[in-house]
Nanobody, 120 residues
Framework: QVQLVESGGGLVQAGGSLRLSCAAS????????MGWYRHSPGKQRELAAA???????NYADSVKGRFTISRDNAKNTVYLEMNSLKPEDTAVYYC??????????????WGKGTLVIVSS
């Protein structure tokens, strides 16, 4: 009932910036918290950033101070601004949404992912 489509991934040099977008469609009234997960084959899936419907945010220690998550509820869109990118940030980034108030391991909806590659 909810579809999430990510955009904005690509190749960037270390120290550069990139902004990811996630557009939600369908039964969007059911969405509360949203977030961005990232996963590379050799690592555990990580919740990089999450945001509640009211705008409260939470970040993984690995991205604090460099990434900013935001959302525009009127546009049904969530963003992830990534600054000071490091090669370690290379991963597939997945947009996620839940009917719950906060994002956790459980997620109701997932995007297909967008690849971010940070070169040395």
């Amino acid at each position: 009932q909810v579809q999430l489509v990510e955009s904005g991934g690509g190749l960037v040099q270390a120290g550069g910036s990139l902004r990811l977008s996630c557009a939600a469609s369908g039964s969007i009234d059911s969405i509360n918290a949203m977030g961005w997960y990232r996963h590379s084959p050799g690592k555990q899936r990580e919740l990089a950033a999450a945001i509640t419907r009211g705008g409260s945010t939470n970040y993984a220690d690995s991205v604090k101070g460099r990434f900013t998550i935001s959302r525009d509820n009127a546009k049904n869109t969530v963003y992830l601004e990534m600054n000071s990118l490091k090669p370690e940030d290379t991963a597939v980034y997945y947009c996620a949404a839940t009917t719950r108030a906060i994002m956790g391991f459980f997620s109701d909806y997932w995007g297909k992912g967008t690849l971010v590659i940070v070169s040395s």
